[in-house]
């Protein structure tokens, strides 16, 4: 009989054998397998269900799965119904497509996934036999997963088994170890194969092992120290200036890692004042700081540059990376005007939950309060959800809109039921038209509306994340609940996302990293500090400058970026300062600066440096190669942080930065006119590119340049400032 003719003869068969076996089966015996608790989690550990083969957005050779198996009855009705049941047959189980193609018996695209001598194999034969049940009469359901051990310390190259145990509400229990999925968040530092084996490398650090089964998600949290052990007097001799230095050196005890030494003075000048203010220090800010004797100096200048107009400029263009628009898509005045309402609360030294809620329940005109300008770019409640549950709660929702999220508890429901608290934001005016898009528009609470449920239909009410909290009946607008529980000092994830994100700023790494993806399988690398870091931020009413003056206080962000013997590897636990390529905009004033021509940008006031810019569509080649973010993204929020080829290029041959170092106004034009010796002209260079005194070595040469070529004294000096500022030194922060 031709292949194709046997194949429909057995699906028509089937079929029949499928009617007749569910009718009859519980008079020959209880079936024993059940569809949910049993056969989903072999397809989703043999990978049928993942991205690649069936579970893609179309599937895979007409048969799609959902994503990782979180739709059981889709996946129910697709073995079962999709083509007549044509993959399942009853009569001879063992002639059904379900166990012929992933057992390489005929050809199968995703090639052979099992053994017919496996348990997994009798499993779904055994389902496929009894009528293929959906859900059993008595089938407990799943109430989550644990690890055994959920926390360990290895050592290097050392091995261990995990094992993944599954919980029931009718209170029983099973090992679902050869089921389960494992990935490990910092595979070099220990990874895990498909059984559960954990396996730690030459590394020394922490990892996070991730178990999922069935939607259900655990982690077993891996410590791996250095093999030398580090005597405890070491730690106790350490420098603590306050809590953030408890929790960082706690940490390095635990992995036998010792911090490198404090910084110079110089270096914490430098590092202060580009962190606080994007800027760099004056020459004579630099010699008063480096002469005075004060031991409190370091304090001072941090409460110094905390009240300069600088800082708020500064932290408020980094948050509008963030929520900025394209001008060409909302209109040119309505970004202005949210860039001058974000700077505005930062200039006012606003709180953050202040803020927040200004923002989350803003009404009114595009043209008056630049804070609606929010809704006129993200016009559904969805767009409006996933950006404001990444910003400020760090959880990314984005997977959960089309299906359950494969690292996380989100799914469907928690993302519409949250995208709900947008569904009554109303707009009245001549919308959205790019590339103009130049009419005013009306942000306003509606009467009426409402999400629904892309799969049921069904119109979900607002809840938030976690709480439970809803809406009540006689509220005008669902925003007002959201920001009110958003904000709640009960809500710690506001908190420590904020400070997380500030944190990153400061010390080159958030401690959750990426900075908005807070979740169990991506945990902080210090949660002790982070949870106190959140709390201090809170307790603080939630005081930027409060924060900032905790961090660069403590004794961890004045490390040196030198490393030691003991640290060099070290990359999370902030054993010493994360070297880092200078934002583009503080590279650019930089430059402005030490050459002394500013810069003149379009649309901008004169003299107006480049965290004052209200839009990346202003132009600019040095923003633009030194990363700053492409203006076509949307949100223009992602910035290049590597050095590249291309940057050491733009320093030493742009024509415009050339022309500044050159200018007949610039700094080393009067460096050359001044009756400075050669000597003190090199103190005063080394003050303005590098924020420090020239060494012996360096003064020397400087003083042989400018005296072997006295008739050239303005060439030597620009030659050297051009040299200065192509080195690494002048880009990276130590």
Not at 102 to 114: A, F, I
Not at 131 to 143: N, Q, S, V, Y
Not at 469 to 495: C, G, H, K, Q, Y
Not at 590 to 618: N, V
Request: aromatic share 8%; with cysteine.
């Amino acid at each position: 009989m031709p292949t194709h003719t046997h194949h429909h003869f057995r699906m028509v068969l089937g079929a029949c054998c499928f009617l007749l076996m569910s009718q009859h089966v519980c008079n020959a015996q209880t079936p024993s397998v059940d569809f949910q608790n049993d056969v989903q989690p072999i397809l989703t550990r043999f990978g049928c269900t993942s991205g690649p083969c069936h579970g893609k957005a179309r599937g895979q050779g007409g048969f799609q799965l959902s994503l990782l198996g979180f739709d059981s009855d889709f996946d129910y009705d697709a073995i079962t119904k999709d083509g007549r049941g044509r993959r399942v047959f009853p009569a001879a189980p063992d002639e059904s497509l379900l166990l012929l193609k992933p057992t390489g018996q005929v050809p199968h695209g995703g090639g052979k996934r099992l053994a017919v001598d496996q348990p997994e194999y009798d499993t779904l034969k055994t389902w496929i036999q009894e009528g293929m049940p959906r859900r059993l009469p008595d089938a407990p359901t799943l109430i989550n997963i644990t690890a055994n051990p959920n926390a360990l310390v290895m050592k290097n190259d050392e091995t261990h088994s995990l094992t993944v145990t599954a919980h029931f509400d009718d209170g029983s229990s099973r090992d679902v170890t050869r089921l389960a999925a494992f990935q490990s968040n910092e595979a070099p530092i220990a990874s895990v194969d498909e059984t559960g084996m954990i396996e730690a490398g030459s590394i020394t650090g922490t990892a996070a092992i991730m178990a999922r089964y069935q939607g259900q998600i655990t982690v077993c949290d891996i410590t791996i120290p250095r093999p030398e052990p580090v005597a405890s007097e070491v730690f106790d001799a350490l420098p603590r200036f306050n809590f953030i230095d408890d929790h960082i050196w706690t940490k390095l005890q635990k992995l036998n890692i010792t911090p490198s030494e404090i910084c110079s003075d110089h270096v914490y000048l430098r590092r202060v004042t580009t962190d606080l203010c994007g800027r760099v220090p004056s020459p004579d800010e630099v010699q008063q700081f480096l002469d005075d004797p004060s031991p409190d100096k370091r304090q001072e200048v941090v409460e110094r540059l905390i009240q300069e107009p600088d800082f708020a400029d500064h932290w408020a263009n980094k948050w509008m990376d963030l929520l900025r628009p394209n001008p060409y898509r909302v209109g040119i005045k309505a970004v202005f005007n949210y860039d001058r309402w974000i700077r505005e609360r930062f200039h006012q030294r606003m709180p953050w939950d202040q803020l927040t809620r200004e923002l989350i329940a803003a009404r009114g005109s595009t043209f008056r309060n630049g804070a609606v300008t929010l809704y006129r770019d993200r016009r559904s409640p969805d767009e409006v959800a996933t950006l404001v549950s990444q910003l400020f709660l760090g959880v990314r929702l984005e997977c959960a809109k089309c299906h359950h999220h494969p690292f996380e508890k989100w799914g469907q429901d928690d993302f519409y039921s949250f995208a709900a608290f947008f569904a009554k934001v109303g707009r009245k005016g001549r919308g959205v038209s790019p590339p103009i898009s130049g009419s005013e528009e009306f942000i306003f609470a509606n009467k009426s509306g409402s999400v629904k449920h892309p799969i049921t239909g069904e119109v979900l009410p607002p809840r938030s994340l976690w709480g439970n909290v809803t809406v009540p009946e006689d509220s005008d607008d669902p925003r007002e609940v959201l920001a009110e529980w958003m904000t709640s000092p009960e809500n710690e994830l506001f908190a420590q996302v904020f400070a997380n994100r500030v944190w990153a700023d400061l010390m080159g790494r958030g401690l959750v990293e990426p900075v908005d993806d807070f979740r169990a399988t991506n945990p902080a690398s210090n949660q002790a500090l982070l949870t106190a870091l959140g709390e201090h931020f809170r307790d603080s009413g939630y005081s930027l400058e409060e924060l900032v003056r905790a961090i660069t206080s403590s004794a961890a962000y004045q490390l040196s970026s030198i490393p030691n013997e003991q640290n060099v590897e070290d990359t999370r636990n902030y054993s010493r300062h994360y070297r880092h390529l200078l934002r583009a905009e503080v590279l650019h004033d930089a430059y402005t600066t030490i050459t002394g021509i500013p810069a003149d940008f379009e649309c901008m006031p004169p003299d107006s440096s480049a965290k004052q810019l209200w839009t990346h569509r202003i132009g600019s080649l040095f923003l633009d190669t030194f990363g700053r973010p492409d203006p076509n993204q949307d949100p223009p929020c992602e910035r290049t942080s590597d050095s590249t080829v291309v940057q050491a290029l733009h320093l030493m041959n742009s024509e415009q930065l050339h022309a500044q170092l050159v200018h007949k106004n610039g700094t080393a034009a009067q460096l050359a006119e001044s009756e400075s010796s050669p000597q003190e002209i090199a103190i005063q260079m080394y003050r303005t590119v590098y924020g420090r005194n020239p060494t012996e070595a360096e003064s020397e040469l400087v003083v042989q340049l400018i005296e072997q070529a006295p008739e050239e004294r303005r060439t030597v000096i620009e030659d050297i400032m051009w040299t200065m500022l192509n080195t690494p030194e002048f880009v990276i922060q130590n």
